[in-house]
C-alpha cells in the first residue's frame, strides 16, 4: 500500500496553514469565476498564473501555487452550475446539461435543493475521481496511449449518438439542430489545410463561434425573451431561504446512488481518454435518462438529471488531471493552462513526474481530497444566499443578467463583435424554443464539433481514406458500435413495438 | 544631420501621440497598462513564454506599469496579428511571434506582413528535434528517411501541431531535400503529438524539445537529430549519460535541414525609437534574471537573441525562406 503512505505524506505537506488559506481564497475564486458566465476557469486561472511565478521558487511553493490553481479550478467547476440552476444561464460549457432539470427544479421554487444536489454530486464525482487517481495512475496513464485520431472520433461519435437516441425530443428535431451547430463549428480556420473557410471574406469571422457566446446568447438571453414574453413574473420566487433544503436533499441523494457511480465512471474515462468534462456531462445525462425509472420525466425538474451531469463533469474534470501530470496532455483547457504553469516553474510532466517529485505530486493529490471539502463547505454553506437572488424581483434582475451576459461575452475575445453575436444567438434561442427545437443538441455541436472533425480526418488521412480504421481493432470497433446501436435505438425500439403488436 | 533632424521628428511626433507625457528629456516609459498579445491559445509554448516574462516582470518590478497577457488566436492567430497592425502608434500594445508570423498569411491570405508591426527583440530561437517511437530499430536521420522511402507515404505519418504551420514546414523541407514522402496529420498541441508518437498513432515528429522530454527520459522515445546548425549546449545528463547537447545536428547526421521557430517580440507600426528602445531594456533585464535562464534551459532554446537591424535582417531571411519552402510545398493560399 505504498499509494496510502505517500498520500499520507501528501497530506502532511498539503495541510498548512498557508496552503489551507490559499485553497479557500481559490475556491472562492473559482466559484466566482465560475458563476460569471465568458470568464472561464481557464481564463480564470491564466490570468493568476503570472502571480504564482515568484511563489513557486521558494521551496515547496510549487505545491503552494498548484494548490491555489487547481482551487481555481475546482471552484469554477462548482459555480458553473449556480447559474444554469437559478437563471437557465451555464456559467461554464460543462453545465449546460444541469439546466435541463436544475433550472424547473428553481422554477418549481426548489432552487436550494437543485443547488444542493449540483454541489454534493460534484464533490462524489471529484471524490471518486480522486480515488482512481491515488490508486490506478500508472494503469490508466498507459490505456490512454490506446487512444489516437480514430478513438478519439469514436467517442465523439459516441457522445453525438447517445444525445440522437436518448433525447426525449424527435429525433429529426434533434439532428437538424446538431447540424446547425456543426456548420456553425466548421467556421474559420480548417485543422486539416490550414485555410480559412466560410468566413465570406469578414476578417471578424476568423475566429469562428466561439461556443461560450453562443451558450450566453442562446440560454440567457433566450430565456429573458421568453420571460419578457410570458409576463415579468419569476417563478422561482417561493424559494426557501434556510438550510433545510440542503438537509431534505441529502436524505433524497442516496436512492440515486447508481446513477452517481455510472456518471462517476462516464466522467472518469472521458476525463483520462481525454475527451473533457462537457461531453462527459451530455453523455452522462443521457444515459442516466434512459435507464433511470423516471426517465420520462427528465426535463421537468429531476433531482437525477442535475446529479448525473454534475457527478460526470467533475469526475471529468478531476480525472482530466491525470493524463497531463503523466502524459502532459491536458484534458481540459484549464488543465491546459495549468500544464504551461507546471513548465514555467520548472516542472516536467510525464512519466517520471511522480517519481522525481513526489512531494509535488501527492501533495496535489492530497489537496485535491482537500479542496474539494473546502469547495462543499463554501458553496453548501451560501445556499441560501444564492437561492435568495430568486427573490429580487424580475425587472430588477433581468438588466443586471443581460449586463452581465453583456460583459461575459465581450471578455471571450476582447470584441465588441461578439455581443452582437451573442444577440443575435438570443433571438435565434428564442425561437428555437418556439418552435421547440432544442438547443442542447445545437451546443453539443458548437462543443465538439471541430474537435471531432479534426480527429475524424486525421484518421481518415492516416487509413488513406479507408473507413474501416473505425473498426480495425478492439477498441475503436466497439466503441463505434455501440455508438451506432445508440443512435438506432428510437428505429430500434419502434420497430421491436410494431413487431411485437403484429 | 539627418539622423539628429529624424530625432527631432520623431521626439515631437512622440509628444503629439502621447500628449499626457510632459516633453521632458526623459526616456519614454508607458502611462498605462501594457498589452501583451499572444497569437496563439492558452497553455501553448508562446502563451508560455509570454506569461513566463510577464511574470520576470512582475516580480523583479522591471516596469512601472503592468503587463496583461492577451490570447487572440483565431484564425491561426491572424486575429492576433491584425489586432497590432490595427493598432499603429499604439506603444502601450507588444506581440510575441511564433513562426504563424510567416506562415499565416501566406498559407491563409489573410492581408498582414511583419513589415507591419516594428520589430523590438528576439528573445530566443525555439529548437526542433526529430523523434521516432524508441521501439523503432531507427537510430540516424538517414536511416529513417531510408525506409521511408522505402514504405511510401501511404505507410508513414508524420504528426505535427497545426496545419501549414512550422512542423508542417520542416517536414516539407526534408521531403523537398530527400524525396521521401509521408502522410502528415496535424494535431492539436505539441504535448499531444508527442503522446501520439509514444502510442505508435503516428511514426515520427519533429517536437520542440520541452514537448517530448519527458518521453524521451521514460525511454519511450528517441531523437535523432536537431534542426540547428549547432549542437544544443546543455549538458545535464537527461537520459542515462544523455543530454540535449549528445542530439546531432540534422546536418552533421547527414539530413542537411535546420529549422528554428523565432519567439520574438514586436511593436505595432508607426511607435518612435524612443518606445522601442524601452522595450528592449526591459527584455534585456528579464534575459539577465535566473528564471530566465532557467527557462531556457528546462526548453533547450537557442539563445541567439538579436536587436535592431540585425533583428529585422534576420527576420526578412527568414521570411524569404518560408516563401520558398512553402511554394515548393503548395501552402500559399490560391497557389
Redesign the interface.
Known amino acids: 500500500m505504498d499509494e496510502i503512505q505517500s498520500l499520507l505524506q501528501g497530506f502532511a505537506i498539503a495541510l498548512t496553514f498557508t496552503n489551507l488559506a490559499l485553497m479557500f481564497v481559490g475556491i472562492v475564486l473559482g466559484v466566482i469565476i465560475g458563476v460569471l458566465p465568458g470568464l472561464g476557469g481557464a481564463n480564470g486561472v491564466a490570468i493568476l498564473l503570472p502571480l504564482t511565478f515568484s511563489m513557486a521558487q521558494t521551496p515547496g511553493g510549487q505545491t503552494s501555487a498548484i494548490i491555489l490553481l487547481s482551487c481555481i479550478y475546482w471552484g469554477a467547476l462548482f459555480g458553473g452550475a449556480i447559474t444554469s440552476i437559478l437563471f437557465n444561464i451555464p456559467g461554464e460549457p460543462w453545465s449546460v446539461a444541469t439546466t435541463f432539470d436544475g433550472y424547473p427544479l428553481a422554477q418549481k421554487g426548489r432552487a436550494g435543493h437543485a443547488l444542493t444536489a449540483a454541489f454534493t454530486s460534484s464533490f462524489v464525482g471529484a471524490l471518486i475521481a480522486v480515488i482512481v487517481i491515488t490508486f490506478l495512475s500508472p494503469i490508466i496513464a498507459s490505456f490512454a496511449l490506446e487512444f489516437g485520431p480514430a478513438e478519439f472520433f469514436s467517442v465523439y461519435l459516441l457522445t453525438f449518438c447517445a444525445f440522437v437516441g436518448m433525447s426525449k425530443e424527435p429525433p429529426f428535431k434533434t439532428i437538424a439542430a446538431m447540424m446547425l451547430g456543426f456548420a456553425l463549428a466548421a467556421v474559420g480556420t480548417d485543422p486539416v489545410t490550414g485555410t480559412l473557410r466560410l468566413t465570406f471574406g469578414s476578417l471578424r469571422l476568423l475566429t469562428g463561434f466561439d461556443f461560450l457566446i453562443a451558450v450566453i446568447g442562446l440560454f440567457g438571453i433566450g430565456e429573458i425573451l421568453l420571460t419578457l414574453e410570458e409576463g415579468l413574473a419569476f417563478k422561482g420566487a417561493s424559494a426557501k431561504l434556510n438550510l433545510r433544503a440542503v438537509i431534505e436533499t441529502w436524505k433524497e441523494l442516496p436512492r440515486y446512488w447508481l446513477t452517481s457511480l455510472r456518471s462517476a465512471a462516464v466522467g472518469c474515462f472521458m476525463g483520462i481518454v481525454p475527451g473533457g468534462a462537457t461531453p462527459a456531462s451530455f453523455m452522462s445525462y443521457g444515459v442516466a435518462r434512459r435507464f433511470s425509472k423516471d426517465g420520462d420525466k427528465f426535463g421537468t425538474g429531476q433531482i437525477e438529471g442535475v446529479v448525473a451531469p454534475e457527478t460526470a463533469a467533475h469526475a471529468a474534470g478531476t480525472s482530466a488531471l491525470l493524463p497531463m501530470l503523466t502524459l502532459g496532455v491536458p484534458g481540459s483547457p484549464t488543465a491546459a493552462v495549468l500544464l504551461g504553469g507546471l513548465l514555467i516553474w520548472g516542472l516536467q510532466p510525464g512519466p517520471l513526474l511522480f517519481v522525481e517529485q513526489k512531494d509535488f505530486v501527492w501533495g496535489l493529490i492530497a489537496s485535491m481530497y482537500l479542496g474539494n471539502i473546502a469547495g462543499l463547505i463554501v458553496v453548501l454553506t451560501c445556499v441560501p444566499l444564492f437561492a435568495a437572488i430568486l427573490r429580487i424581483p424580475f425587472s430588477v434582475i433581468a438588466p443586471i443578467i443581460i449586463v452581465i451576459c453583456a460583459i461575459g461575452a465581450y471578455t471571450v475575445n476582447n470584441a465588441l463583435f461578439d455581443v452582437w453575436m451573442m444577440v443575435v444567438f438570443g433571438i435565434a434561442g428564442y425561437f428555437f424554443k418556439k418552435l421547440s427545437y432544442p438547443l442542447a443538441p445545437l451546443v453539443l455541436a458548437i462543443v465538439l464539433g471541430d474537435r471531432a472533425e479534426a480527429s475524424f480526418r486525421q484518421a481518415i488521412l492516416g487509413s488513406q481514406g479507408d473507413m474501416g480504421v473505425f473498426f480495425s481493432n478492439g477498441l475503436v470497433g466497439s466503441i463505434t458500435s455501440l455508438a451506432l446501436f445508440l443512435l438506432f435505438l428510437p428505429l430500434i425500439t419502434l420497430v421491436l413495438a410494431r413487431l411485437r403488436r403484429g | 544631420m539627418k539622423t539628429s533632424f529624424d530625432r527631432i521628428v520623431r521626439a515631437a511626433l512622440a509628444a503629439a501621440v502621447v500628449a499626457i507625457w510632459p516633453l521632458s528629456g526623459q526616456a519614454w516609459e508607458p502611462s498605462k497598462t501594457v498589452e501583451f498579445i499572444v497569437p496563439a491559445?492558452?497553455?501553448?509554448g508562446a502563451?508560455?513564454m509570454a506569461?513566463?516574462i510577464?511574470?520576470?516582470v512582475?516580480?523583479h518590478n522591471l516596469m512601472k506599469e503592468s503587463m496583461v497577457?492577451?490570447?487572440?488566436?483565431?484564425?491561426?492567430g491572424?486575429?492576433g496579428f491584425?489586432d497590432v497592425k490595427g493598432s499603429e502608434g499604439n506603444p502601450h500594445k507588444i506581440i510575441i511571434t511564433l513562426s504563424n508570423l510567416f506562415?499565416t498569411p501566406l498559407?491563409?491570405?489573410?492581408p498582414f506582413n511583419w513589415r507591419d508591426l516594428t520589430p523590438v527583440k528576439m528573445m530566443a530561437l525555439d529548437n526542433f528535434v526529430l523523434w521516432v517511437n524508441a521501439e523503432t530499430p531507427y537510430k540516424t536521420p538517414k536511416e529513417y528517411v531510408a525506409a521511408v522511402k522505402k514504405a511510401g507515404a501511404?505507410n508513414m505519418?508524420m504528426g505535427g501541431t497545426?496545419?501549414?504551420?512550422e512542423d508542417q514546414i520542416i517536414t516539407a523541407a526534408i521531403e523537398q531535400l530527400t524525396g521521401a514522402k509521408w502522410?502528415?496529420?496535424?494535431?492539436?498541441?505539441g504535448?499531444?503529438v508527442?503522446?501520439?508518437l509514444?502510442?505508435k498513432?503516428?511514426d515520427s515528429s519533429v517536437n520542440n524539445p520541452?514537448?517530448a522530454?519527458?518521453?524521451w527520459?521514460?525511454g519511450?522515445l528517441r531523437p535523432l537529430c536537431v534542426f540547428n546548425d549547432n549542437r544544443m549546449p546543455y549538458e545535464e545528463k537527461l537520459t542515462g549519460d544523455l543530454s540535449w547537447n549528445s542530439i546531432p545536428t540534422c546536418k552533421q547526421a547527414g539530413l542537411d535541414v535546420s529549422y528554428m521557430m523565432l519567439r520574438g517580440i514586436f511593436m505595432p507600426g508607426g511607435v518612435t525609437a524612443d518606445q522601442v528602445q524601452y522595450y528592449v531594456g526591459v527584455l534585456r533585464k528579464v534575459q539577465e534574471t535566473p528564471?530566465w535562464k532557467?527557462?531556457m534551459a528546462?526548453?533547450a532554446f537557442d539563445t541567439t537573441s538579436l536587436e535592431g537591424k540585425e533583428y529585422a535582417d534576420w527576420v526578412a531571411r527568414e521570411e524569404a525562406r518560408h516563401v520558398t519552402l512553402m511554394k515548393g510545398a503548395g501552402?500559399i493560399?490560391g497557389q
Open positions: 491559445g492558452t497553455g501553448g502563451d508560455q506569461r513566463a510577464q511574470g520576470i512582475a516580480k497577457v492577451v490570447n487572440r488566436s483565431g484564425g491561426s491572424a486575429e491584425l506562415t498559407a491563409t491570405g489573410v501511404k505519418k497545426g496545419a501549414k504551420q502522410t502528415y496529420i496535424p494535431i492539436k498541441g504535448g499531444a508527442a503522446v501520439q509514444v502510442g498513432h503516428i520541452i514537448e522530454v519527458a518521453h527520459r521514460g519511450k528564471e532557467d527557462l528546462k526548453g501552402f493560399a
